[in-house]
T-cell receptor
């Protein structure tokens, strides 16, 4: 079936290092969203990408949507301990009435 | 606060109990969702309601029964659960305009333990 795959599953970095998580869909997405879930918390919306090749930035976070609208990435520059959490991508697949979430990437930042 | 509340926040129940989870959204949205989050499957969509009509039911066992009496309230009725049903149950809402894929607002979740 239609899936949204996310890698890596887990990453441990030293504070100040960069971090990237990747999201891939088996089918074209009408849009992709990114969410962050802090430990013990609930997913919180970060951003939505709609256009092919779109790039958006939020301070140290850079989000990209692939040209074919099948993949996306989230890059964090110079991680901080406040970046700790699980990052989920979520794609809007054709014919589905709801988002399909990726499996998430858990980020741990060592101070 | 995201405008989506869930009660109770924690629930412990036996396999023969019947309980209900409640979700309320104060955002004026027209779609509501139930998700199950566990270590095995991080965010598993269970049910989708749009304009109070169930539009998706992702092969969820019948021991989970959703109810959406109006666009602001969503319930998940539980009966004869199994220990493997222990998980965090998240409710979310969004404003849909005919084509899915708008930002979802999540509640804090109900941590369910089935003994």
């Amino acid at each position: 079936g239609q899936q949204v795959m996310q890698i890596p599953q887990y990453q441990h970095v030293q504070e100040g290092e960069d971090f990237t998580t990747y999201c891939n869909s088996s089918t074209t997405l009408s849009n992709i969203q990114w969410y962050k879930q802090r430990p013990g918390g609930h997913p919180v919306f970060l951003i939505q990408l709609v256009k092919s090749g779109e790039v958006k930035k939020q301070k140290r976070l850079t989000f990209q949507f692939g040209e074919a609208k099948k993949n996306s990435s989230l890059h964090i520059t110079a991680t901080q301990t406040t970046d700790v959490g699980t990052y989920f991508c979520a794609g809007a697949l054709t014919g589905r009435r709801a988002l399909t979430f990726g499996s998430g990437t858990r980020l741990q930042v060592q101070p | 606060e995201t405008g989506v509340t869930q009660t109770p926040r924690h629930l412990v129940m036996g396999m023969t109990n019947k309980k209900s989870l409640k979700c309320e959204q104060h955002l004026g949205h027209n779609a509501m969702y139930w998700y199950k989050q566990s270590a095995k499957k991080p965010l598993e969509l269970m049910f989708v309601y749009s304009l109070e009509e169930r539009v998706e039911n992702n092969s969820v066992p019948s021991r989970f029964s959703p109810e959406c009496p109006n666009s602001s309230h969503l319930f998940l009725h539980l009966h004869t659960l199994q220990p493997e049903d222990s998980a965090l149950y998240l409710c979310a809402s969004s404003q849909e305009s005919g084509r899915a894929g708008n930002e979802q607002f999540f509640g804090p979740g109900t941590r369910l333990t089935v003994l």
